[in-house]
């Protein structure tokens, strides 16, 4: 393997002061970095962990919005052997105690806009003290000699976003890691190409595609969080050519018509989206905006990480939301279903081997080293792979299975329809009817009537939606994925008001 430490992403024989880093992060204007200035800095971390005394193993935070020194400390963690642990800034306070607790946190680095988040009797170094134990005066430029990672040695701790209950530690190794990275960088990737980054670092989507830029010896502009303005602007301003990003963060951009009027974005070539579903809805708004853009839908869990799927081995094109072909047929099956349709299990070298503290979870997840995504795929006649929903969303309404996002691909099939999320609602008599939220295209004003009249015309009756809210634009959870337990709260509060859109 080219590396033995997940921290080591850096070509070394590439052309080290080329920028790696175009940071917006500071109002000040971009701070720019090459990667030499990177793996400096990031030997410069390492070097004060070690010198410090922190063992091998040791579990090392960082809660801040994305930024230079946010690399910097996650490279410089793993190089000195420590476990570092990207945590979500947007829980609430009282989780991120329990996460800090749970991986027993002895650092955390830190912005000001977080520190908060961080109990006091945890020792932090902020990125934004000017002062003598703040980043710039504790971490100097340097020369750190990498610890190479063990077999199965972990180099990151993701927590899960927690969506039933509390969040679980991933521990993830160096070696399954730079795997799955290895999958990913010998094809179109080349170091030419400038990406733009704005979902969170704490989030697999983010961090894997930081690091898949880091091995190509490629650059990326880096923005603190994702708002669509700052974003259309920084991709026109610097001519970003690649983007890796959640399908909901295209969704805002390609409404903003009169800000792409001003801004041109058709730079960008390449578009991976993933992390949640795709409608071709989305998909032919993105292509009347980027009429040149190869748009890939890429596929993954926290905890098998995200090179499951990849090209088809005979050459032929992956279609419109195929997630790809299985990297090796052994790697996937499908359960609880037909032989074409059910759920993924999945196996490969970047899966995790337990969740951290939770044997029971554990149990559940992991049975004779399958691991069950939960979500409900369909397989095609070329051996394609589709994402169908997610068994856990899945409701039975009259006794047909309904899956949210089958719904919501017929529904943004409508021309006035920009963006549709659907949840169930209880009922007497059905057990539970699908109901939607719908964000219409500029200036559409089409009635709850018509929609429904589209939705009966067009898929099996018993999917239409029984009540419909016209919304301007859609509740996110921390992930910049949907939060859906928002809108099913949501409806049942519209439901009992009768107040759902004529």
């Given at each position: 393997m080219r590396w033995h430490n997940l921290g080591d992403l850096i070509d070394r024989n590439g052309n080290l002061d080329k920028e790696a880093i175009v940071d917006l992060a500071l109002p000040g204007g971009p701070r720019i970095y090459t990667h030499r200035q990177i793996d400096r800095l990031a030997d410069g971390v390492a070097n004060y962990l070690f010198e410090r005394g922190f063992a091998r193993g040791t579990h090392i935070a960082i809660a801040a919005f994305n930024r230079a020194e946010y690399v910097i400390a996650y490279f410089g963690i793993m190089r000195a052997g420590c476990i570092a642990v990207p945590v979500n800034i947007k829980l609430p306070r009282e989780t991120v105690d329990y996460v800090m607790d749970d991986a027993a946190i002895a650092l955390a680095f830190v912005d000001a806009a977080n520190r908060g988040l961080v109990r006091d009797n945890i020792p932090v170094i902020n990125f934004d003290d000017a002062g003598p134990n703040g980043f710039a005066a504790t971490v100097a430029p340097g020369i750190f000699t990498s610890v190479v990672a063990g077999p199965d040695e972990v180099g990151q701790m993701l927590y899960t976003s927690g969506s039933t209950g509390r969040p679980k530690g991933v521990p993830l190794s160096h070696y399954g890691q730079l795997w799955a990275i290895s999958t990913r960088t010998s094809g179109a990737q080349n170091e030419a190409d400038r990406y733009i980054i704005a979902q969170p670092l704490f989030h697999m989507n983010g961090l894997f595609a930081l690091k898949t830029i880091f091995a190509t010896n490629a650059s990326v502009v880096l923005l603190p969080a994702f708002e669509t303005r700052s974003y259309i602007e920084a991709i026109a301003k610097y001519k970003v050519t690649a983007a890796g990003a959640v399908p909901t963060m295209w969704a805002r951009v390609v409404k903003e018509t009169e800000l792409l009027a001003r801004n041109d974005i058709t730079?960008?070539?390449?578009?991976?989206?993933?992390?949640?579903?795709?409608?071709?809805?989305?998909?032919?708004?993105?292509?009347?905006?980027?009429?040149?853009?190869?748009?890939?839908?890429?596929?993954?869990?926290?905890?098998?990480?995200?090179?499951?799927?990849?090209?088809?081995?005979?050459?032929?094109?992956?279609?419109?939301?195929?997630?790809?072909?299985?990297?090796?047929?052994?790697?996937?099956?499908?359960?609880?279903?037909?032989?074409?349709?059910?759920?993924?299990?999945?196996?490969?070298?970047?899966?995790?081997?337990?969740?951290?503290?939770?044997?029971?979870?554990?149990?559940?997840?992991?049975?004779?080293?399958?691991?069950?995504?939960?979500?409900?795929?369909?397989?095609?006649?070329?051996?394609?792979?589709?994402?169908?929903?997610?068994?856990?969303?899945?409701?039975?309404?009259?006794?047909?299975?309904?899956?949210?996002?089958?719904?919501?691909?017929?529904?943004?099939?409508h021309p006035q329809v920009q963006q549709a999320a659907v949840v169930p609602l209880p009922d007497e008599e059905r057990s539970q009817v699908p109901v939607a939220f719908i964000v219409t295209r500029a200036n559409a004003k089409p009635s709850a009537e018509e929609i429904r009249k589209f939705t009966i015309a067009n898929g099996p009756a018993y999917q239409h939606p029984r009540r419909i809210e016209f919304v301007n634009e859609l509740p996110w959870a921390g992930t910049n994925k949907i939060d859906r337990k928002s809108l099913i709260a949501r409806a049942r509060s519209l439901e009992a008001a009768q107040g759902w859109s004529a």
């Open positions: 730079s960008v070539r390449r578009l991976m989206l993933g992390s949640a579903p795709m409608t071709m809805g989305l998909w032919d708004k993105i292509k009347q905006a980027l009429p040149n853009v190869t748009i890939s839908i890429g596929y993954g869990t926290t905890e098998a990480g995200p090179a499951v799927f990849g090209p088809h081995p005979n050459g032929i094109p992956t279609p419109p939301l195929a997630l790809g072909y299985p990297i090796t047929l052994d790697s996937v099956k499908l359960v609880n279903g037909s032989e074409n349709e059910g759920v993924l299990l999945m196996r490969n070298p970047a899966l995790m081997d337990h969740y951290h503290n939770l044997p029971q979870q554990t149990a559940k997840a992991i049975t004779d080293g399958w691991y069950y995504s939960g979500d409900v795929m369909r397989r095609d006649d070329n051996g394609f792979y589709y994402f169908v929903g997610r068994a856990d969303d899945m409701f039975v309404c009259s006794g047909e299975n309904i899956y949210p996002g089958e719904v919501e691909k017929l529904l943004e099939r």
